[in-house]
């Protein structure tokens, strides 16, 4: 059986997103049941970028399935820099029965996957953030009800990685995905074209605009992120300034006015308030941000108890 790795939304189907999402249901509502990885058997997260949610959830998420975090600091270990992705794989599988990893290049992470012979999860790169994404989706579900057929309309960056993971993952699970962003940041033709194809296969859709109104009008879900990605720190001054191309694509309370009465808001945090959303939003009824932040934790157990278990099945069939 082929080694499962979560790398980018699609590399689950339609059918396994859907019982993911249902086991995480499950798990948020018996939290201890699922011991996947008692022993305690070691899950080897790690961060070459900045992170508060992803190392708070995966660590608690490891634990819970009784297992143990070994939080590995980026700057430490210097992947790719001291020795080689695929010297550093072969270390890390020997002793992890799953490797977690925040980096730059999707490019380093496949690497990564190439070598482990442990399943591999993308815990954000530049092109995907699928385990936010596999969150969302569960908050959408719990606000709004079966996934296929709902809209979820996106604002802001369209070349940054929730866009693209929106893109993925709000396709698979048979969602109408629209995302507005100005025609200097538009995704990249290969995850829209994947995104499209997917839609297609799974009765959704996907439309990218550069109208806000258009994406948002009668959505059940609005969503942003930060206008400056973590990498993009040098391009903070024109990103967030008076000239921002992104100003127009704001989530505020008249733009929300055009979405569903009952839509949610969505942010994957940190958020910066009066750029890409106003307080108003994000602190107000519509938004349902801090759940969407709790079910990091119950979709990331899902996820890798999920390829843990693959694992050992595939190795003992
Ligand atoms: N949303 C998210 O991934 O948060 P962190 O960057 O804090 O981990």
């Known amino acids: 059986m082929t080694l499962r790795h979560f790398l980018r939304d699609d590399d689950i189907t339609h059918e396994e997103q859907a019982q993911i999402l249902a086991r995480a249901a499950r798990i948020k509502a018996a939290p ?7 022993g305690p058997e070691v899950v080897a997260v790690l961060f070459d970028k900045q992170t508060l949610r992803t190392q708070l959830s995966f660590s608690a998420a490891i634990a819970h399935l009784g297992g143990f975090p070994m939080i590995v600091d980026g700057k430490l270990a210097q992947v ?6 695929a010297d550093v794989a072969r270390v890390m599988g020997r002793e992890a029965v799953a490797i977690v990893w925040r980096t730059y290049g999707q490019d380093r992470i496949e690497e990564m996957a190439r070598y482990a012979q442990v399943p591999v999860i993308n815990a954000l790169t530049d092109d995907f ?6 969150a969302d989706l569960q908050t959408i579900q719990e606000h709004r ?5 709902l809209t979820l309309g996106y604002l802001g960056d369209g070349a940054n990685n929730m866009a693209h993971s929106y893109l993925l993952g709000g396709a698979l699970a048979g969602m109408h995905v629209r995302v507005a962003t100005p025609s200097t940041h538009q995704p990249k033709p290969e995850i829209l074209e994947r995104a499209t194809e997917l839609a297609a296969q799974h009765g959704g859709s996907v439309l990218v605009t550069d109208d806000p109104i258009e994406a948002v009008r009668g959505a059940d879900a609005v969503a942003t992120d930060t206008w400056v990605s973590m990498g993009q720190e040098k391009e903070k001054d024109h990103r967030q300034g008076e000239e921002s191309p992104f100003l127009r694509f704001q989530v505020n309370t008249e733009l929300m006015a055009h979405a569903d009465a009952e839509a949610i808001f969505l942010h994957c945090l940190p958020a910066y308030r ?3 959303v106003t307080a108003d939003v994000i602190d107000g009824p519509q938004s349902v941000v801090w759940g969407e932040s709790e079910n990091r934790l119950h979709a990331q ?5 999920w390829l843990v278990e693959q694992h050992r099945n595939g190795e003992s069939a």
């Open 145 to 149: 009800g079966d996934l296929p057929g």
């Open 80 to 85: 790719g820099v001291r020795e080689s992705i």
């Open 32 to 38: 201890f049941t699922d011991r996947t990885l008692v």
């Open 274 to 276: 009066g750029f890409e």
């Open 129 to 134: 953030h699928p385990c936010q994404v596999l």
């Open 301 to 305: 157990k899902a996820i890798l108890s």
